[in-house]
């Protein structure tokens, strides 16, 4: 990201404007941090992150202003010696001319805000981490349900863009067909998003290309949401051993971010749409405290211990323990892979 970029994206909420250094608006933002420059304006220049964007508030501006103009000329001139990538005042300051002259003569941009220092270093943080965010491409469907955003991921042809479709009949969103763009951003939140320029259309295996907003209105598609589940499809394996209480969670894991995660075999007469609708209702139910699985298992382990059935009870209390074991064998498997 450029200079010139931030104030085009974020020009507007950061409230900036710029005093100066036109020519260097091209200068790239390569770090999501910024940085007060106190020391290095008092000759502290030991460890000076000079790639960040400097951040002037009512210290330095108070400080530059109280020194002789022959002394303000020397610091600023050392200070911007360095190849920043721009210098933003807050607060709504007045520029220190010296600061507008050296700024045009080497270059570097120098912007204001009427923000105070505090919360633009917040709102600056924010966007930038969203934009500096780890981001990958993969192959699936990202769908809208519930509020929930659904990522379906499974082989070709294993039926990702027929589920879909079903799911738009239902009412639910379309995000991206085909290929999603995951990005992580600030917050522990990973976002999903379509990469096609045009966004509306969807191919299906047998209709070909499908015009969503045409036959399912404007309300049917969007451009981006955050993951909260996925989900892969996979065809029917019997000798696969398949989740049936829901006690066993497993998670996805994107750049650390740890995400709800569904395998859901695929064979004749499953309804794979009522499942991922199932599934998204269940997650909401747990994000308000209501764990299925959870609680009946409690439920019987309290009834087994009413009927001071010992035997039963401690069998019950091992699987439940080898369950947690084999669970966190298989994160480690998982992890070992991924390292590997």
Same mark, same amino acid.
């Given at each position: 990201?450029?200079?010139?970029?931030?104030?085009?994206?974020?020009?507007?909420? #950061?409230?900036?404007?710029?005093?100066?250094?036109? @020519?260097?608006?091209?200068?790239?933002?390569?770090?999501?941090?910024? *940085?007060?420059?106190?020391?290095?304006?008092?000759?502290?220049?030991?460890?000076?992150?000079?790639?960040?964007?400097?951040?002037?508030?009512?210290?330095?501006?108070?400080?530059?202003?109280?020194?002789?103009?022959?002394?303000?000329?020397?610091?600023?001139?050392?200070?911007?010696?360095?190849?920043?990538?721009?210098?933003?005042?807050?607060?709504? +300051?007045?520029?220190?001319?010296?600061?507008?002259?050296?700024?045009?003569?080497? @270059?570097?941009?120098?912007?204001?805000?009427? +923000?105070?220092?505090?919360?633009?270093?917040?709102?600056?943080?924010?966007?930038?981490?969203?934009?500096?965010?780890?981001?990958?491409?993969?192959?699936?469907?990202?769908?809208?349900?519930?509020?929930?955003?659904?990522?379906?991921?499974?082989?070709?042809?294993?039926?990702?863009?027929?589920?879909?479709?079903?799911? +738009?009949?239902?009412?639910?969103?379309?995000?991206?067909?085909?290929?999603?763009?995951?990005?992580?951003?600030?917050?522990?939140?990973?976002?999903?998003?379509?990469?096609?320029?045009?966004?509306?259309?969807?191919?299906?295996?047998?209709?070909?290309?499908?015009?969503?907003?045409?036959?399912?209105?404007?309300?049917?598609?969007?451009?981006?949401?955050?993951?909260?589940?996925?989900?892969?499809?996979?065809?029917? @394996?019997? *000798?696969?051993?398949?989740?049936?209480?829901?006690?066993?969670?497993?998670?996805? @894991?994107?750049?650390?971010?740890?995400?709800?995660?569904?395998?859901?075999?695929?064979?004749?007469?499953? *309804?794979?749409?009522?499942?991922?609708?199932?599934?998204?209702?269940?997650?909401?139910?747990?994000?308000?405290?209501?764990?299925?699985?959870?609680?009946? *298992?409690?439920?019987?382990?309290?009834?087994?211990?009413?009927?001071?059935?010992?035997?039963? #009870?401690?069998?019950?209390?091992?699987?439940?323990?080898?369950?947690?074991?084999?669970?966190?064998?298989?994160?480690?498997?998982?992890?070992?892979?991924?390292?590997?």
């Amino acid at each position: 990201m450029t200079v010139r970029q931030l104030i085009k994206y974020a020009g507007y909420e #950061l409230q900036l404007e710029v005093s100066a250094g036109h @020519n260097g608006l091209d200068r790239a933002l390569k770090t999501a941090e910024s *940085n007060r420059p106190g020391l290095a304006l008092c000759g502290h220049y030991d460890h000076f992150g000079h790639e960040r964007v400097q951040i002037l508030g009512h210290g330095e501006i108070s400080y530059i202003e109280s020194l002789p103009l022959i002394e303000q000329a020397a610091i600023l001139q050392e200070f911007l010696s360095y190849d920043l990538p721009c210098v933003i005042v807050t607060n709504n +300051l007045t520029t220190p001319a010296e600061l507008v002259t050296i700024g045009n003569h080497v @270059n570097i941009p120098i912007l204001t805000t009427r +923000l105070s220092s505090a919360i633009f270093t917040t709102r600056l943080l924010l966007f930038l981490e969203d934009e500096f965010g780890p981001s990958e491409y993969v192959h699936g469907n990202l769908v809208d349900v519930f509020g929930v955003g659904v990522l379906i991921l499974g082989e070709s042809g294993i039926g990702k863009s027929e589920c879909a479709l079903e799911l +738009l009949q239902r009412g639910h969103r379309l995000i991206a067909d085909d290929t999603v763009l995951l990005k992580r951003v600030s917050g522990h939140r990973v976002f999903g998003m379509r990469t096609q320029p045009v966004k509306h259309y969807m191919e299906v295996r047998g209709l070909g290309i499908v015009d969503v907003i045409g036959l399912f209105g404007v309300t049917a598609v969007g451009d981006r949401t955050q993951v909260e589940l996925v989900v892969t499809l996979e065809h029917w @394996n019997e *000798n696969k051993v398949y989740n049936r209480t829901g006690l066993d969670e497993e998670v996805y @894991n994107f750049h650390n971010e740890r995400i709800p995660y569904l395998v859901i075999p695929v064979a004749p007469g499953r *309804n794979i749409s009522n499942l991922i609708e199932a599934a998204a209702m269940n997650l909401w139910g747990q994000k308000l405290g209501f764990h299925a699985a959870k609680e009946l *298992n409690e439920a019987l382990i309290a009834e087994m211990a009413e009927q001071n059935d010992e035997a039963v #009870l401690d069998e019950w209390q091992h699987a439940t323990l080898h369950r947690e074991i084999l669970e966190r064998t298989k994160s480690l498997e998982r992890t070992k892979s991924k390292v590997i």
